[in-house]
Structures are given as structure tokens and as C-alpha cells.
């Protein structure tokens, strides 16, 4: 049934809309006919619809992007095109702890189809997507109804209306490469809005693309929908429209309030490192005089929610407990241990000593050791908040053990490595975002001893650079604002010095041209400039020279008896 949802001119109050309306006439509720009912003669074949958890099954084992009608006609008996019956419900308010099982990503709506065969509930929009949809934000092309599979990070690619992260069941445009949610792709569109939240006039939809400069932002995006006041030759994004007043970043520690444009002087961005030009809109710190960050920047998923914050009280991560409780002199209580942790100093160098916490060994430093049993932390380790502000995450990230969990490994989203030790995670069950302790430790500028220019985090996570150290793809990345100099975290982490058991001397850390000076490795014996090594550990008494694989072994930070 190749049928294709188009938008039509409706007047409601006075005011112009463009509402879409279904290329299939539907004249009674699901709930009211049963799939096998065969319509009456005095009345229009009843449309029954097909639950889509068929349909994207099929696709997902078949086809990345091949989506088939989800309407089917009133002749089909149940089990033989799987005709589920559907019941529509309306929440009447928003369902934050709702979400669609089709589109996944759009955890947003209130009009709800729930199939009994399943157990699941689906957009109204999501169960009756036509194939094609001719939207007024993108008039050029129609767009075609896709299953998209996603891997890994899922909000990698935006929906063009409310810029949430698309998966599973989109809107697509081939041609221009844009997204949208069923949910999204469907609703209203208003030919003016009366009170914008950025301007003092009323703004006009734009519907053609064209390279007009933002005045809220400050770019230009071509295929984004764009409203204009011809009154003052003010432009604007529908998403930047939108854009909260006040938010909360993960790279600054006040919040941040949008103001439209910025007092003369040259202003760099916190977030991208970049200028910033003072006459567009932008976010900045009352408490601090000269930061400013670009409103996209500013909003960006791994840097911003989104949240509103104007009139909302602030969380003071700071008033937490501590970490640990003072027993005695030099004896504690740490919240993650059940024993009495006695401070020591390390004397002779152990391999079987290993921090709980970063699941590095013990030297050189000061260390907590149990009274009752072999846990031991590193002091530095013992003083980790219990609630911090990770400058990768926007959220807040608590501390927990790993042991904890049931497989007892977690996999750092900073630095892709496993770990058994103590990890920062979000609390939000839809983040699923955690960093073990060593990453935690990240900040802005970097000290990164194989550059000479500190390092920020300064790239789009989404750019995939390629990490000009290992010379593999970066999930999480530092880069030199002055060249272009990248590292992954991965690579950046690595401890500066450490022991093989060998050798009597600390290995130390190398990169770069001073790799060809050395000859091989004192464990595998295979020439460095043989394996394209660009990092290796270097006793400089002894001449020995070890792999970063060879030394640590794959997981580096996964205890021995994992």
C-alpha cells in the first residue's frame, strides 16, 4: 500500500497550522471492531493495523533499511499476515517513564497503541507511519519510513525537529542525509509563531532551505527549519527556538544563562575552544566575567541535558558525605569497604598489591590497607568523592564498586577498557554511562607529557578522530587547540611510570620519535619499528624496553583473578 501522509493548510483560532492528515481514511477506533470483523456495507472498510514489532523484526534480520507498509487491509485473518489486535490509550499527560518499543529513542508522547501479544506499548504515530511522508520542514524530497539499526551510540544521529538521538523506526532522507521520529514527523507545524521565546515579535515559517545565519546560534544550517521576522531581520532555528535559558554544563561548575549577544572583546569558547562572535547569541557565567560557550556547543549531548534549570535550586554535589569516616588517628572507614582502613607507607614493592580502586600497584605512595583482609587503596584513591561532575558526562556520576556487579567487570565509556575496581556511574537507567577512577580524574587543560601544548576536549565525540598515538578510532578524545594533535583516553591514561618485575628501576612512559631510538621488546623480542609501536615503557638504567601489552597484558585494570 504505497500511501503517503501529506500536510494540509488548517485554520484553528484564528491561526494558520499545517496538520498532517493519514492517506487512510479511518472512521472507527481499533477497540471497538475485532481483526477478524469484516467491515459493513453501509460503511467504510475498517482499517486494522499490523503490531510493528513484526514488522521490525523481520527488517532487523533481513535488512537494515527495507520497511514494509504498516497498514493492512480489513480481508487479512489473524495468523496469516500476524494481525494483532491494538488498543489505543491516552495518558493525557507526558510519560516520562513511558518510551516507545519501536522507535526506542523517542521516550516522549502521550497517544499509545498497547498490543496484547507482546506486552509492549507503540506510538499512535509509530503504528500508523505511511511509507512516505512530504514534510513542510523538508519540502524538497519526501521522506521514506526506515528501520535503522544503530551500534553504539545512539545519539549519534538527530532527529531534525527536536534534535533527541533517532534509532530503530525514522523518517529518512537519502539525498540530504536528515532524520526524524514518526512522533515528530507528524505533528503540527505552525505557520507563525506568536510569542517565540527568543525574539519579541512574532517569527514566520521559512520554508525553503537557505543559507541564512542564525542570530540565535549563529550558523548556518541549510536544511534546518527556520523561522523569520521580517519586522527586524531576525532569523532563527525551530531548535534554537526552544533552547533552554539556563543549563547546567559539564565542562563549567556554575551554570550558564543564554543572553543574545556578547559586551565587545574576543570571547573562546569553553567547550570547542573556538572564537566566538559577539554578535549572535550566547551562554555565559554571571559569577565568572569572561566565560562564553556557543549555544550548540553549549547544548551538545555528552556536555548538556537540556534541562531547563531558570527557578530551579541548584544540587550541591559538594555537600555529600565524605567518602570515608574518621575512626582514629590513620584508621578509617570507607563507604565501599565493610573493615577499618589503616593508612600506611609502602616500603618494598609488592605485584600482588594492587589498589581496589584503580587496580594499579602500590608504590611510591601512601596506601590504605584493611585490617581484617588483603583490600588496600591507593591514598589518592581513598579521597574520590562519592558524587562528582565528569567533564565527559552531563550528569552527575556516583561512586561504586564493581564487585558489586554481577559479572564483575564494567567497560569504561572514557577509555573503551574493562575494569573491576570503583567506577563512576550515572544513576539515570537510560544513560548506562560510567568511567572508572584513573579517567575520572580527567580534566581541562590536560597535562599530556607526549605534547608540549596542553589538551582539551575540545572535538565533537561524533567526528571520530583518529588517535594519532595507538592510530585507532576515538571514542573519547583530547586534542591540541594550537595543532592538530590528537589522543584518545585511552592512550592519555596510561600511567607515567611503573615496575616490571625484572627490573629493580620504575619503567617510565615514551612516545613519539623517541620509539626509534630503542631497538625491541624485552618480553615478545620483536623490533618496535617492526610493529609501528609509538608508546612503549623505558628503563633508561637498564635499557629495557617492554610493549604496553607486554607489561600490562590486555586489561590492564582487571585484577589477575578475573
Known amino acids: 500500500?504505497?500511501?503517503?501522509?501529506?500536510?494540509?493548510?488548517?485554520?484553528?483560532?484564528?491561526?494558520?497550522?499545517?496538520?498532517y492528515h493519514h492517506p487512510i481514511l479511518q472512521t472507527q477506533s481499533p477497540i471497538n471492531s475485532s481483526p477478524g470483523e469484516a467491515a459493513s456495507n453501509n460503511q467504510p472498510h475498517q482499517l486494522f493495523f499490523l503490531c510493528p514489532n513484526i514488522r521490525w523484526q523481520d527488517v532487523y534480520y533481513n535488512s537494515e533499511f527495507n520497511i514494509v507498509p504498516l497498514e493492512i487491509s480489513p480481508e487479512c485473518k489473524q495468523g496469516e499476515n500476524e494481525v494483532l489486535p491494538l488498543f489505543f490509550c491516552n495518558n493525557?499527560?507526558?510519560?516520562?517513564?513511558?518510551?516507545?518499543?519501536?522507535?526506542?529513542?523517542?521516550?516522549?508522547?502521550?497517544?499509545?497503541?498497547?498490543?496484547?501479544?507482546?506486552?509492549?506499548?507503540?506510538?499512535?504515530?509509530?503504528?500508523?507511519?505511511?511509507?512516505?511522508?512530504?514534510?513542510?520542514?523538508?519540502?524538497?524530497?519526501?521522506?521514506?519510513?526506515?528501520?535503522?539499526?544503530?551500534?553504539?551510540?545512539?545519539?549519534?544521529?538527530?532527529?531534525?525537529?527536536?534534535?533527541?538521538?533517532?534509532?530503530?523506526?525514522?523518517?529518512?532522507?537519502?539525498?540530504?542525509?536528515i532524520f526524524m521520529h514518526p512522533i515528530c514527523a507528524m505533528k503540527s507545524v505552525p505557520f507563525v509563531i506568536e510569542k517565540p521565546k527568543?525574539?519579541?515579535?512574532?517569527?514566520?515559517?521559512?520554508?525553503r532551505p537557505a543559507c541564512l545565519t542564525c542570530d540565535v546560534c549563529g550558523l548556518v544550517r541549510k536544511l534546518h527549519p527556520t523561522y523569520v521576522c521580517l519586522r527586524c531581520n531576525f532569523v532563527a532555528h525551530n531548535d534554537c527556538l526552544s533552547s533552554p535559558r539556563v543549563i547546567k554544563i559539564s565542562r563549567h561548575q556554575h551554570r550558564i544563562s543564554y543572553v543574545p549577544c556578547l559586551p565587545s572583546g574576543e570571547w573562546s569558547c569553553g567547550v570547542c575552544r573556538q572564537s566566538v562572535d559577539g554578535n549572535y547569541g550566547a551562554y555565559t557565567c554571571a559569577q565568572c566575567g569572561n566565560y562564553a560557550v556557543h549555544p550548540r556547543c553549549a547544548l551538545r549531548k555528552d556536555v548538556c541535558d537540556g534541562e531547563e534549570l531558570e527557578g530551579v535550586e541548584e544540587d550541591d554535589i559538594t555537600q555529600d558525605l565524605e567518602p570515608f569516616v574518621m575512626i582514629s588517628d590513620g584508621v578509617i572507614l570507607h563507604f565501599l569497604h565493610d573493615h577499618p582502613l589503616r593508612l600506611e607507607v609502602n616500603i618494598l614493592y609488592d605485584e600482588n598489591k594492587l589498589c581496589q580502586a584503580c587496580v594499579m600497584p602500590i608504590f611510591e605512595e601512601k596506601f590504605y590497607s584493611c585490617m581484617d583482609c588483603d583490600f588496600i587503596l591507593h591514598e589518592s584513591c581513598t579521597n574520590a568523592p562519592r558524587r562528582m561532575q565528569h567533564a565527559l558526562h552531563p550528569h552527575i556520576l556516583t561512586l561504586k564498586a564493581v564487585s558489586r556487579y554481577p559479572n564483575g567487570l564494567?567497560?569504561?565509556?572514557?577509555?573503551?577498557?574493562?575494569?573491576?575496581?570503583?567506577?563512576?556511574?550515572?544513576?539515570?537507567?537510560?544513560?548506562?554511562?560510567?568511567?572508572?577512577?584513573r579517567c575520572s580524574s580527567l580534566s581541562e587543560p590536560f597535562d599530556f607529557k607526549g605534547h608540549e601544548h596542553p589538551l582539551f576536549l575540545a572535538l565533537d565525540p561524533r567526528e571520530n578522530p583518529i588517535c594519532q598515538v595507538c592510530e585507532s578510532i576515538c571514542a573519547s578524545q583530547l586534542n591540541c587547540i594550537k595543532c592538530n594533535f590528537i589522543v584518545c583516553i585511552k592512550c592519555a591514561t596510561l600511567p607515567y611510570k611503573a615496575k616490571y618485575k625484572h627490573d629493580k628501576h620504575?619503567?617510565?612512559?615514551?612516545?613519539?620519535?623517541?620509539?626509534?631510538?630503542?631497538?625491541?621488546?624485552?618480553l615478545c623480542e620483536r623490533n618496535l619499528g617492526d610493529t609501528g609501536t609509538k608508546i612503549f615503557y623505558w628503563c633508561n638504567d637498564c635499557c629495557t624496553t617492554l610493549h604496553i601489552e607486554c607489561l600490562f597484558g590486555d586489561d590492564p585494570y582487571v585484577k589477575p583473578r578475573q
Not at 198 to 207: A, K
Open 1 to 19: 500500500m504505497d500511501s503517503i501522509g501529506e500536510f494540509h493548510e488548517v485554520e484553528k483560532d484564528g491561526k494558520l497550522f499545517q496538520v
Open 198 to 207: 527568543r525574539h519579541d515579535h512574532p517569527l514566520t515559517s521559512f520554508p
Open 92 to 177: 493525557k499527560e507526558f510519560d516520562v517513564n513511558g518510551g516507545c518499543e519501536v522507535c526506542r529513542g523517542s521516550r516522549f508522547g502521550t497517544d499509545y497503541y498497547f498490543c496484547v501479544h507482546c506486552d509492549q506499548i507503540y506510538h499512535k504515530e509509530c503504528v500508523k507511519s505511511p511509507l512516505k511522508i512530504k514534510h513542510p520542514y523538508h519540502p524538497e524530497h519526501p521522506l521514506q519510513l526506515y528501520y535503522h539499526v544503530h551500534y553504539g551510540r545512539v545519539d549519534v544521529i538527530e532527529c531534525l525537529c527536536c534534535a533527541r538521538g533517532v534509532s530503530y523506526l525514522v523518517y529518512h532522507c537519502t539525498i540530504c542525509q
Open 410 to 437: 564494567y567497560n569504561c565509556d572514557a577509555c573503551a577498557r574493562d575494569c573491576d575496581g570503583f567506577i563512576y556511574e550515572c544513576p539515570k537507567l537510560e544513560c548506562d554511562y560510567g568511567v572508572d577512577v
Open 506 to 522: 620504575l619503567l617510565e612512559i615514551l612516545w613519539g620519535d623517541e620509539v626509534c631510538e630503542k631497538d625491541w621488546c624485552e
